[in-house]
């Protein structure tokens, strides 16, 4: 699904015009990409939590020349689903 779908399944499911529910979504967007890159946490109850992580200074390797390089520090946005999430993508038993 893309973001013109998820816009058509919201207008749908909220009963408001495609260009209200893209509005709304753009808004809520802009304000997690905003709330995370200056380093909140914004947590939605049952869906899962955004956050920024510091991934530290680690050590790789070129993959044509098999090289040691040093890969720098820096940070990362980061999505922890929440527990009801997790439960409807992947159901207790089932296997």
């Given at each position: 699904m893309n973001k013109g779908e998820l816009v058509d399944a919201v207008a749908e499911r909220a009963n408001v015009t495609k260009k209200q529910a893209?509005?709304?979504?753009?808004?809520?967007l802009d304000s997690i990409v905003d709330a995370v890159s200056t380093g909140?946490?914004?947590?939605?109850?049952?869906?899962?939590?955004f956050e920024r992580r510091d991934r530290k200074e680690r050590e790789g390797r070129n993959p044509k020349t098999n090289e040691k390089m040093s890969i720098p520090a820096t940070r990362v946005p980061a999505f922890s689903p929440g527990k009801l999430f997790r439960e409807k993508v992947a159901p207790?038993?089932?296997?």
């Amino acid at each position: 699904m893309n973001k013109g779908e998820l816009v058509d399944a919201v207008a749908e499911r909220a009963n408001v015009t495609k260009k209200q529910a893209d509005a709304v979504l753009s808004a809520a967007l802009d304000s997690i990409v905003d709330a995370v890159s200056t380093g909140d946490k914004v947590t939605l109850v049952g869906f899962g939590s955004f956050e920024r992580r510091d991934r530290k200074e680690r050590e790789g390797r070129n993959p044509k020349t098999n090289e040691k390089m040093s890969i720098p520090a820096t940070r990362v946005p980061a999505f922890s689903p929440g527990k009801l999430f997790r439960e409807k993508v992947a159901p207790k038993g089932d296997d």
